[in-house]
């Protein structure tokens, strides 16, 4: 094999862990995870609320026009065969128009679960436990802790003074606070929000429904930033746990995804 330059592919390997045939395309400075290929959802498996792992008769997760399509009819999510830690995790996803009970009215919302461990459904029936990057119209980048309340599943970030209903605000610089349960709004939360549907705040970082959205999730060690369309929304540290499977939700809102990438960071 030709010894490559920096600008140029040297490996494109495809390995097979627990099942799954996972894309890995590496340079001399870094290696990305495709996730998903544009053609099917092979990385992944899903599990739905009340019927179980792979067991989809509604079609809930599908993969239409090159991008996985997430119905929000039924609650559940796909999740990665494969854990990963130290990481940037780049998702693109737009929202779709339909909506289902009991959110038919509600902010379209779902969210992307990071260091997913333990069981399918362990929380509430539908999720691993795992500590979320939410997407939700109006609250984009918030965290929120999916765990069972101890101290084994936890985030701290530095907050405002002052919280948003009973849950604290992401503020650079701030007070740091440990959350082993609930969420870390991100720092433009609207102080009006309201669940309602096309909710826009006024310093929202998302674009309007329809259109495409970036999210970054920087995993680094036990550290994870937050950026939406390249700005950074929300940070935490002291992240238990610090590595997993990653699940993305079907919560009663149709989300498209047309990229779902990892580049893996080195290993501190």
């Not at 436990?129 to 999916?146: A, H």
């Not at 405002?160 to 503020?171: C, H, M, W």
């Not at 997993?244 to 939700?249: D, F, M, P, W």
């Given at each position: 094999m030709k010894n490559c330059t920096s600008l140029h592919i040297f490996?494109?390997?495809?390995?097979?862990?627990?099942?799954?045939?996972?894309?890995?395309?590496?340079?001399?400075?870094?290696?990305?995870?495709?996730?998903?290929?544009?053609?099917?959802?092979?990385?992944?498996?899903?599990?739905?609320q009340h019927r179980g792992r792979d067991s989809d008769p509604k079609n809930v997760f599908t993969v239409q026009d090159g991008m996985i399509r997430i119905s929000g009819e039924e609650w559940g999510c796909i999740t990665t065969n494969n854990e990963f830690e130290n990481y940037r995790l780049v998702a693109e996803f737009k929202w779709g128009e339909k909506t289902f009970e009991p959110r038919v009215k509600n902010a379209r919302d779902s969210g992307i679960l990071l260091h997913s461990v333990g069981e399918d459904g362990g929380s509430e029936g539908i999720w691993m436990?795992?500590?979320?990057?939410?997407?939700?119209?109006?609250?984009?980048?918030?965290?929120?802790?999916?765990g069972d309340g101890s101290e084994n599943f936890s985030i701290?970030?530095?907050?405002?003074?002052?919280?948003?209903?009973?849950?604290?605000?992401?503020?650079?610089?701030?007070k740091e606070t440990t959350v082993n349960r609930g969420r870390v709004n991100w720092y433009g939360r609207d102080p009006d929000w309201k669940d309602v549907i096309d909710f826009r705040g006024n310093q929202d970082v998302e674009n309007p429904v329809g259109e495409w959205n970036r999210v970054e999730c920087l995993v680094e060690g036990d550290k994870i930033s937050i950026?939406?369309?390249g700005k950074l929304v929300n940070q935490a540290s002291n992240v238990r746990p610090s590595r997993?499977?990653?699940?993305?939700?079907s919560e009663g809102a149709e989300i498209f995804f047309r990229k779902v990438e990892l580049e893996l960071l080195p290993q501190n």
């Open positions: 490996l494109i390997i495809c390995f097979c862990l627990t099942g799954c045939q996972v894309q890995t395309i590496s340079t001399n400075k870094k290696k990305t995870v495709i996730l998903f290929n544009g053609k099917n959802l092979d990385n992944w498996y899903t599990f739905v436990y795992s500590i979320e990057c939410q997407l939700i119209e109006g609250g984009t980048g918030d965290f929120i802790v999916v701290t970030s530095p907050v405002a003074e002052e919280k948003l209903g009973n849950s604290p605000v992401f503020q650079a610089g701030g950026f939406l369309n997993g499977k990653i699940q993305i939700q």
